[in-house]
C-alpha cells in the first residue's frame, strides 16, 4: 500500500495510479490534484497542535549554543523561530503521524518543492519541511521515498542565497541602520526610564502610561528598525506626537557592534558541528520523532545571518545602558527579538523592567516572560502568567492602559458614532462586524467567506468587515465587491466600529474583549484547526462559539430577531471588573505609571 504526500500538483500519472492515498499539503494544489483517494493535510491535523511542554522543548532547542559576553544568544531568537518555523514542524509532525497511523501504507513517496532556505514556514505554510516525513516514517518503520526534483527554481535560489546572500545583505542591513541615526533625537544621557518600541503595533498600549508619567521623571522612547532594509521612518512618524526624546537604538552603535557581528559569522562559520546552532550532535526529539535533519536549514540561516546580527543588537543595547545608566526600563512586549535582547541585556546589567500586557493572546503561551515586574489586566490573565510559571509577586493587576476610555463609550449617542464612521451604515440596519487577523491567507478567506455566508440574502443585515492593521486587505475588497451590504473599514477606530455594531464575529483577538466590554455580543469563529480560540474566550466563559456559517447566520438571525436574546448574550459575557479588565475607574494607565515610578530613584 503507497502513500503519496505532496506540496504541489505536478505527480506523475503513474505515482497516481499506483498510489492508494494521496495527501496534499497545499489547498491550491489540492484542488488541482483530480483522483478519488486524496485528501488535505488538514483531513489528519490534531485538534491541539502543541501543548506548553512542546513549546518548552522547542525553545530548550535554542539554548546553550553560542554565548556573546554571557548572554545566550539561542534564547533571543525563540519568538522567531517558534512562531515562523517550530510550531509548523510540530503541526507537520503530528499530522504527518497521524496520516500514517490512519492509513498504515507499507511505503511513503513525498513529492515537494522545498522553500529556498531564506524563506520562513509558519503555521499552514503548506509546504512540506524537508527531513519530516522522513523521520516520522523512519520512527513507525516504513519504507520512504524522496521525490524531489534535484534541480528547480527555490533550489537554484537556495543555492545563489548561500552563496552571496550574507555578503549582500549585511551591507544592507548596516546601510539601513546609518539612515536610520538621522532620524529621532540625540541620546539624553541623562535617562530615569527608557521605553523601547521597535514596531508601531499596539502603540496605544503604553501611550497613555507616558501622558501619566510625572513630569519630573526623564523618559527616553528608544526605537529600533528590525528588519532588512527598514530605516526606521514608521515608528518614527508614529512616535513623533509624544512630547519626549524619541532615539533610534543605532545611535548607540560603535564600531565594536560591526566588528563584533562579523567576529560572529567567522567564529561560527568555523566552529565544529557540535559548536552549532541546533546542531545535528544535539538530539531534537518531539512526539518521539527525531527531527535534527528537519532543522539543518535553520542551522545554516542562524550561524550565517541571525546569530551575529543579533550579537550587534546586543552590543547597541549594552551601549544604550551604559549611556543612559536607566532605572527601569518599560516594554510592551518582551518576546519577538529586539524587545527579548533588551530584556536580557537589562536583567545582565540589574536593571529593572517592566512589562505591560499588549493583548489577550499573551506572551506565556508561548514563551515565558523574562521582565521583573508584569502589568497584567485581571486576575485571568494573572492566571494564565503563573499557570507558565511567573511568580504571583512578578505581577500587577492594574487594566489595560489602552481601555481606560471604554467606560465612557456608555454616554455616548450610538447613532451619532454611526454617522461619524466612515463605513456608510443605515441607522435601521442589523449591523454585524468581522474583525479578522492577520493569520495566513487560507484562514483569512475562510474567516471572511463565513461571515459573508451568514448574513447573505438576510435583510436589514449589513456587515463591515474590519482587518486587522497589519493585514493586506485584498482578500477583504474582493470579498466585498459587487455585495451592496458588504464593506471594508480599515481606518475607523476600532471602538467606534464596536459601538457602532450589533454584534461582532472574531476569532482571538483582543477585540473580543474590547466588545465584551462595550456590551456587544461576540460570536466566536471556531473555523480553524491551526488558530483555535483561546479559553478565555470558550463558552465556558460566557462566548458563543460557531464552527460553520450555517450556526452563525442562526445566533446572528436570533438576535435581530429578539432583542432580549442580546441582553442575555451580553450578561453572559465578561465586563469591566477585576477578573478581566480592571479599568472602569479609567486609571490603569496611571495604575502602570505608578509602578514605573516606584523604580526611579527620589531625587
Not at 509624544?242 to 537604538?249: E, F
Not at 545535528?280 to 512526539?287: G, T
Amino acid at each position: 500500500m503507497k502513500l503519496i504526500l505532496a506540496d504541489h500538483p505536478d505527480i506523475p500519472p503513474t505515482q497516481l495510479e499506483e498510489a492508494s492515498q494521496v495527501v496534499i499539503f497545499n489547498k491550491e494544489a489540492y484542488s488541482k490534484v483530480d483522483m478519488k483517494n486524496v485528501a488535505v493535510d488538514s483531513d489528519y491535523q490534531p485538534n491541539k497542535i502543541a501543548t506548553d511542554e512542546e513549546f518548552d522543548t522547542l525553545r530548550e532547542w535554542l539554548k546553550g549554543h553560542f554565548f556573546y559576553d554571557g548572554i545566550d544568544i539561542g534564547s533571543l531568537v525563540q519568538n522567531t523561530f517558534i512562531d515562523l518555523f517550530g510550531h509548523e514542524v510540530l503541526r507537520q509532525t503530528k499530522t504527518i503521524e497521524k496520516i500514517l497511523q490512519t492509513e498504515q501504507p507499507s511505503e511513503v513517496k513525498v513529492f515537494s518543492n522545498p522553500k529556498p532556505v531564506y524563506d520562513w514556514s509558519p503555521l499552514g505554510s503548506g509546504q512540506i519541511i524537508p527531513g519530516i516525513p522522513e523521520a516520522v516514517a523512519t520512527t513507525e518503520n516504513i519504507h520512504f521515498r524522496g521525490c524531489s526534483k534535484s534541480i528547480t527554481k527555490r533550489r537554484i535560489k537556495s543555492k545563489v542565497f548561500k552563496l552571496v546572500g550574507p555578503s549582500v545583505l549585511r551591507p544592507l542591513d548596516w546601510g539601513s541602520e546609518m539612515i536610520s541615526r538621522t532620524r529621532g533625537d540625540e541620546p539624553p544621557h541623562d535617562s530615569d526610564i527608557i521605553l523601547f518600541v521597535f514596531t508601531k503595533n499596539n502603540i496605544k498600549v503604553v501611550e497613555p502610561v507616558v501622558e501619566a508619567l510625572d513630569n519630573g521623571v526623564n523618559l527616553t522612547v528608544v526605537t529600533h528598525s528590525h528588519g532588512f532594509l527598514n530605516t526606521g521612518g514608521e515608528i518614527s512618524a508614529v512616535l513623533s506626537n509624544l512630547d519626549v526624546p524619541v532615539v533610534p537604538l543605532e545611535q548607540y552603535a560603535s564600531l565594536a557592534s560591526y566588528k563584533d557581528e562579523v567576529n560572529t559569522a567567522t567564529q561560527l562559520g568555523k566552529a565544529h558541528n557540535s559548536a552549532q546552532p541546533l546542531s545535528n550532535h544535539r538530539e531534537h526529539k518531539l512526539c518521539g520523532v527525531d527531527l535534527t535533519s528537519a532543522l539543518q536549514s535553520r542551522r545554516w540561516l542562524y550561524s550565517t545571518l541571525q546569530y551575529p546580527r543579533v550579537v550587534r543588537y546586543v552590543n547597541m543595547i549594552q551601549n544604550m545602558f551604559r549611556t543612559e545608566q536607566p532605572a527601569a526600563v518599560l516594554l510592551k512586549n518582551d518576546g519577538p527579538l529586539p524587545t527579548r535582547a533588551v530584556a536580557t541585556v537589562a536583567a545582565d546589567e540589574g536593571t529593572p523592567t517592566v512589562l505591560i500586557q499588549h493583548g489577550v493572546d499573551l506572551p506565556s503561551r508561548r514563551y515565558v516572560p523574562v521582565s521583573e515586574q508584569i502589568a497584567v489586566w485581571g486576575e485571568r490573565w494573572q492566571k494564565v502568567m503563573q499557570a507558565k510559571g511567573v511568580k504571583p509577586e512578578r505581577t500587577e493587576i492594574t487594566g489595560a492602559p489602552q481601555f481606560d476610555h471604554l467606560a465612557s463609550y456608555s454616554a455616548k449617542d450610538r447613532s451619532q458614532v454611526r454617522e461619524q464612521i466612515s463605513a456608510s451604515v443605515d441607522s435601521q440596519a442589523f449591523t454585524v462586524l468581522l474583525a479578522s487577523q492577520p493569520f495566513d491567507d487560507t484562514i483569512r478567506s475562510d474567516l471572511i467567506q463565513t461571515a459573508i455566508g451568514a448574513i447573505n440574502k438576510l435583510p436589514d443585515v449589513e456587515l463591515i468587515l474590519r482587518p486587522h492593521p497589519r493585514e493586506d486587505t485584498e482578500l477583504h475588497r474582493n470579498a466585498a465587491t459587487d455585495m451592496s451590504n458588504v464593506q471594508v473599514s480599515e481606518n475607523d477606530d476600532i471602538h467606534d466600529l464596536l459601538f457602532a455594531s450589533d454584534v461582532v464575529l472574531a476569532l482571538r483577538s483582543t477585540v473580543v474583549l474590547e466588545a465584551s466590554l462595550l456590551s456587544r455580543p461576540v460570536i466566536i469563529l471556531d473555523i480553524s484547526s491551526e488558530k483555535p480560540p483561546i479559553s478565555e474566550f470558550s463558552e465556558q466563559n460566557g462566548f458563543t462559539e460557531v464552527t460553520n456559517q450555517i450556526e452563525a447566520r442562526q445566533c446572528i438571525e436570533e438576535m435581530r430577531n429578539d432583542p432580549s436574546c442580546v441582553i442575555r448574550y451580553i450578561e453572559e459575557q465578561p465586563g469591566f471588573g477585576r477578573e478581566y479588565a480592571l479599568n472602569e475607574d479609567g486609571s490603569a494607565a496611571s495604575r502602570v505609571a505608578r509602578l514605573v515610578e516606584t523604580l526611579v530613584p527620589k531625587s
